[in-house]
């Protein structure tokens, strides 16, 4: 897990390489990265950069809002939430852009939260078997 310190560097950092041009700063939150990559969530998209620094190119681009993106233990997928037709749940995409799968179909809000250490199985907190209205990761 990051810590919040290298968290806040790491936003820093793709701010600075995804600046360009433009001296007026980006507003960059929840990165994840892997061994090559770091991908944040910008204007309700999801974004990548090498860590080498270079471009952003977007990931995702549909008429909802996609965040809390989270690299799968390879590297591969990155999970993450998504709003769209204004129910929240979790989805998956390749690392190397593509079309989301949506993994939870529940009415109550699902959020993305991690992968299993093997990278079979991820992890959602939901407010679906909550006896009041409080987020748990379900059973």
């Known amino acids: 897990m990051v810590r919040p310190v290298a968290s806040t560097l790491l936003l820093l950092s793709a701010a600075a390489l995804c600046l360009g041009e433009s001296d007026k700063p980006l507003l960059l939150q929840k990165p994840t990265l892997n061994r090559t990559h770091i ?12 860590r080498d620094g270079g471009e952003a190119i977007r990931l995702t681009a549909g008429s909802g809002a996609e965040t809390d993106p989270i690299f799968s233990p390879d590297g591969t997928q990155i999970l993450f939430t998504g709003v769209y037709d204004g129910n929240v749940d979790v989805f998956v995409i390749p690392s190397e852009r ?16 991690g992968w299993s250490p093997d990278g079979k199985r991820i992890l959602f907190r939901s ?5 009041s209205r409080f987020r748990r990761l379900p059973a």
């Open 127 to 131: 407010t679906r078997d909550s006896y």
């Open 39 to 50: 991908v944040f969530a910008y204007t309700d998209d999801l974004w990548s950069v090498s």
């Open 98 to 113: 593509g079309i989301p799968k949506r993994l939870t179909y529940h009415p109550a809000q699902d959020q993305a939260v």
